[in-house]
C-alpha cells in the first residue's frame, strides 16, 4: 500500500487479495489458513440477530447481546429510545460476497473455417514453443490489409484457448486510422478498458501508473492478449506484458521493425495458395468457378489472393446468379483493378484500406508509391526509381532506396531477390490511379523519359557483356545520359534482363505510343540477348514489329534493317517460316540497295536457315555458302565462324557426319579466339552430338557434359541449351545401352523443354516412351 498515495489503495489492496485467492485456489493449506484468519478477524454476530440489552451500562459484552455504556461508538443499526422493556433485535440481510469478474473471451467473431492457413499456422505454433523468455512472448503478424491477419490470429489463439487460462483480451489500435480523427487508439485507453476487464474496481488515471498496474497485475497470469491493428512500435510498447506464460499478438498493416528489439517475433503473412483461393471464391461462384478454371485462376491473381478481394469476389457472384467469372476477370483486369472493383454495402472497401495505408506514407514515400504506379513495369529497383525520379543525382540510388524502405515496412512493396522488388497485384493500381491523378502531364513525361533512358543504358550495359559484337556502330553511349544498374559479368546481366523483360516491353510499348522512335527501335536492338538467349517468342515478335515501324518512321535504314532480320529470327521460332522468309527477303533489298554487306550476308543466312529447317538441304547450302564467302571477304569473322555453324548442321542433316564435324571443329576454334562463349559452347555441343553420332562416344559425351555444366552457370546460361545437351545425352546413354540414365537425361530435359519448346518436349517424350 502506498504511503504517498491514498488514491491508490484500493486498488492496491484488490491486488493483495487477487494474489492471495489465486494462492489459496492453488494450495490446500493455504486456503484452510486465510480461512481461519478471516473466522478469527471477522466482525462478531455479522449478519446474525444481535441483541442490545435495554439496562446497565458497563461497556462489556455480554453473552446475550452488545451492552452500551460510556463512550461506546455503534456501527450499524441503532435505536435511540427513553425507556426500552424487553430486547430489541435487529434481523439484518447478509451481504453477499462480491463476484469475482469473468474470465475474459473478447477475440472478435471470425468464420468457423480457416482456407489455406495451415503453413501460417506452423509457424505461430514454431514461436510460441520457442524458448521461453524472462518477459511475455511477442509476436508481430504483418501484412497487406486484406490478408486475413486477424482471422488467422484470433483462430490460432482459439485453438490455444487452454494456454491461456486466464483469458483473451482484444483492442484494436486503429492503426489504420492514423492522421484521422479516429485513431489511432492511446495506450492509456486501452489500459483503462484492459482493467476494467480484469475486475480492477478503480482505474488510476495516470497513465503511468496503468501500466505498472497492468504489469503488476498480469505477472502471474496465464493470459493472451491482441492488439489489432497497431500503427507503430511506441504505440504497443506499453501494452506489453510481462509474465513469461503471457503472449502479446500484434498485428499490423506495417512491419514494426522496432519491435524485435522488444524480442517479437515478426510473421508475415501473404495471400491464400491459388487452389485455396479458389474454393473461397466457388463459395459465391458455385458451379461457375468449376466450369471456368481459368478465369477463376485469372480472378485469384488480380485479387492478389487477399482473402477479403476474393471474398468480395466470391459475394459479386453471389448476388449476380448470372455473371460468368470471365466477366468478374475482365473487369478486375481494367480500370482500377480489384481495389476499385468490388464493393461492400456500397463501399470499395480495398480501396479505402490502401487509400489509409497510403496517406500514412511520409512526402517521399508517397511520391516514390505513384511514380511506381506510372512506371509500365512490374519490377523495381533502386537505381530505376533513383533515375526516374531524380535523373543523375549521385547520391539518388541511396536516397531512393531509404524511401523504399517506407513502403516495404508499409507491406505496399515486396522485395522478390536481391535489389529487385514488387507491387503487390492488388497495391499497383490503386498506386497507378494515385499516380494518373495526381500529377501533370510534364511530370509524367519527365519521369517516363527517364524510365526510357535508364532502359536503354542498362540494356546497353547487358548487350555489352553478353553479345558484345552485336551492337551498331556509331550509336552515342546512353550512359552519358541517365546512370544504369551495375551488372557485375554474364550471371548478373542476364538475370537483369530476365527479371525486367516486362518492364523493356512496357518502355518499347511506351516508345511507340509517345512518338519516341529512335528510343522504340533501339531498346528492342539492344534487348537481343534477351530474346537469343530467352526466348520469349511472344515479346520478340512484338517488340520488333513495334521497332520495324519506329525505325521506318525514324529514317533509319541500319535500325530497319536489324528490325527485319532479327525480328524474322523470333518468327521462324515461332515455325511462321513464310513471314520469316518475306522479313528476310526485304533486309536483302535492303541490304544490297544500300551496298551492306554484313546486313546482306545476315539476311541470306536467315534464308538459308529457314530452307534447312524445311529438309531443302541443297539450298539452304547455296546459302550458307553464300553468306560465308560475303562475311569472310568482309572480314567478318564471328559471322564466319557462325556460317560454318550452320554448314555443319546441314552437313549433318545429309548425313555427311565428317564435314559435320570439320566445319564444327572450325567453327568452335574461331568463336574461342574471339571470347564468344555463349556461341562457341553451342558450337561445342553440337560437335559431341555429331562426333557421338560418328562413333567417337566417349569424346562426344564429354564435350556434351562440358557444355551442359557452361549452360547451367553464370558464363553462359540458357535453358533451352541446357535442355537439347540432356536430350543428346539421352540419346548417347541409350545407344550404349544404359537405360536409366537415358532416362533420367530424357525427364531432365523434358522439365526444361516443354516450357520453352512444346515441339521438342513432345519429341523427348516420345524418346521416353521407346525406351
Not at 401 to 423: I, K, S, V
Not at 521 to 538: G, K, N, V
Not at 633 to 658: F, P, V
Request: charged share 25%; hydrophobic share 40%; with cysteine.
Amino acid at each position: 500500500m502506498s504511503a504517498t498515495d491514498p488514491a491508490q489503495a484500493p486498488a492496491d489492496r484488490w491486488l493483495l487479495a487477487r494474489a492471495l485467492d489465486r494462492l489459496a485456489a492453488e494450495e490446500t493449506g493455504v486456503e484452510q489458513a486465510l480461512t481461519g484468519w478471516i473466522r478469527r478477524h471477522a466482525p462478531s454476530d455479522t449478519g446474525a440477530t444481535g441483541t442490545v440489552g435495554a439496562t446497565g451500562a458497563t461497556g462489556a459484552i455480554s453473552s446475550t447481546g452488545n451492552v452500551m455504556s460510556g463512550g461506546s461508538v455503534v456501527h450499524g443499526p441503532s435505536v435511540q429510545a427513553r425507556d426500552i422493556r424487553g430486547g430489541i433485535h435487529f434481523h439484518t440481510r447478509a451481504e453477499a460476497p462480491r463476484s469475482r469478474p469473468p474470465v475474459p473471451r473478447q477475440l472478435p467473431a471470425v468464420t468457423n473455417r480457416l482456407l489455406g492457413r495451415d503453413g501460417d499456422r506452423r509457424a505461430l505454433d514454431e514461436i510460441w514453443a520457442g524458448p521461453s523468455a524472462p518477459a511475455s512472448r511477442i509476436m508481430v503478424v504483418t501484412g497487406l490489409a486484406g490478408v486475413g491477419k486477424t482471422t488467422l490470429v484470433s483462430h490460432w489463439l482459439r485453438e490455444h484457448t487452454s494456454s491461456f487460462p486466464d483469458g483473451h483480451l482484444y483492442a484494436d489500435l486503429a492503426g489504420h486510422a492514423a492522421g484521422t480523427e479516429n485513431g489511432p487508439s492511446s495506450p492509456g485507453a486501452v489500459l483503462e478498458a484492459f482493467l476494467v476487464s480484469l475486475g480492477v474496481p478503480s482505474v488510476p488515471a495516470d497513465t503511468a501508473q496503468r501500466i505498472a498496474l497492468w504489469r503488476s497485475l498480469t505477472a502471474e497470469l496465464r493470459i493472451a492478449v491482441l492488439l489489432d491493428n497497431a500503427f507503430s512500435a511506441a504505440q504497443v510498447r506499453p501494452l506489453l506484458l510481462g509474465a513469461p506464460a503471457a503472449l502479446t499478438v500484434v498485428t499490423s498493416r506495417n512491419s514494426l521493425s522496432g519491435l524485435r528489439a522488444d524480442g517479437a517475433s515478426v510473421h508475415r503473412l501473404d495471400g491464400l495458395p491459388a487452389e485455396s483461393a479458389v474454393e473461397l471464391l466457388a463459395v459465391g461462384g458455385g458451379a461457375r468457378v468449376a466450369r471456368e478454371p481459368t478465369a477463376a485462376h485469372e480472378v485469384v491473381r488480380l485479387c492478389g489472393g487477399l482473402p477479403l478481394a476474393v471474398g468480395l469476389a466470391s459475394a459479386q457472384l453471389a448476388v449476380r446468379p448470372y455473371r460468368s467469372v470471365s466477366a468478374l476477370a475482365d473487369s478486375l483486369a481494367h480500370g482500377q483493378g480489384a481495389a476499385g472493383a468490388l464493393y461492400a454495402d456500397g463501399e470499395a472497401v480495398l480501396r479505402t484500406a490502401l487509400d489509409l495505408s497510403y496517406r500514412s506514407l511520409p512526402g517521399r514515400g508517397a511520391e516514390l508509391y505513384r511514380l511506381m504506379g506510372v512506371l509500365p513495369t512490374d519490377r523495381y529497383d533502386p537505381f530505376m526509381l533513383a533515375a526516374a525520379l531524380r535523373g543523375r543525382s549521385p547520391d539518388a540510388a541511396q536516397l531512393t532506396d531509404m524511401t523504399m524502405q517506407t513502403l516495404m515496412e508499409a507491406n505496399l512493396l515486396d522485395e522478390t531477390g536481391p535489389g529487385t522488388y514488387r507491387l503487390h497485384d492488388v497495391v499497383r493500381p490503386h498506386a497507378r490511379r494515385l499516380g494518373q491523378d495526381g500529377e501533370g502531364h510534364e511530370w509524367h513525361d519527365r519521369v517516363l523519359r527517364r524510365y526510357v533512358d535508364w532502359c536503354l543504358a542498362t540494356t546497353a550495359a547487358a548487350e555489352r557483356i553478353l553479345v558484345p559484337s552485336h551492337r551498331l556502330p556509331g550509336q552515342e553511349d546512353p550512359e552519358a545520359v541517365i546512370t544504369p544498374t551495375p551488372l557485375n559479368g554474364p550471371g548478373e546481366a542476364l538475370a537483369w534482363l530476365d527479371t525486367q523483360r516486362n518492364g523493356i516491353m512496357g518502355a518499347i510499348r511506351h516508345c511507340a505510343r509517345a512518338g519516341w522512335h529512335t528510343s522504340c527501335w533501339r531498346l528492342a536492338d539492344s534487348a537481343w540477348p534477351l530474346f537469343q538467349r530467352l526466348r520469349p517468342t511472344d515479346l520478340w515478335i512484338e517488340a520488333h514489329r513495334l521497332g520495324l515501324e519506329a525505325a521506318r518512321l525514324s529514317g533509319s535504314g541500319p535500325g530497319e534493317g536489324r528490325m527485319l532480320t532479327s525480328g524474322a529470327i523470333g518468327l521462324r521460332n515461332a515455325g511462321r517460316y513464310e513471314e520469316a522468309a518475306s522479313w528476310y527477303r526485304r533486309a536483302l533489298e535492303m541490304a544490297e540497295a544500300d551496298g551492306d554487306t554484313r546486313q546482306e550476308a545476315q539476311a541470306i543466312s536467315g534464308l538459308g536457315h529457314l530452307h534447312l529447317l524445311t529438309g531443302r538441304l541443297d539450298e539452304a547450302q547455296e546459302y550458307f555458302e553464300h553468306a560465308l564467302r560475303l562475311r569472310e571477304s568482309g572480314g567478318h569473322r564471328r559471322g564466319a565462324a557462325l556460317t560454318r555453324r550452320r554448314l555443319g548442321e546441314t552437313a549433318r542433316a545429309k548425313g555427311d557426319l565428317a564435314s559435320a564435324a570439320r566445319y564444327l571443329r572450325q567453327a568452335e576454334a574461331e568463336l574461342g579466339a574471339l571470347e564468344e562463349t555463349y556461341e562457341q559452347t553451342r558450337v561445342r555441343a553440337l560437335l559431341g552430338h555429331v562426333l557421338e553420332q560418328a562413333g567417337a562416344g566417349a569424346e562426344g559425351v564429354a564435350l556434351l557434359e562440358e557444355a551442359l555444366a557452361v549452360f547451367r552457370s553464370d558464363r553462359a546460361r540458357s535453358e533451352d541449351w541446357e535442355g537439347r545437351c540432356l536430350e543428346w545425352l539421352g540419346v548417347a546413354a541409350g545407344s550404349r545401352g544404359d537405360t536409366s540414365a537415358a532416362e533420367r537425361h530424357y525427364r531432365a530435359a523434358h522439365v526444361l523443354l516443354r516450357r520453352l519448346d512444346p515441339e521438342a518436349a513432345q519429341r523427348v517424350a516420345g524418346r521416353l516412351r521407346q525406351l
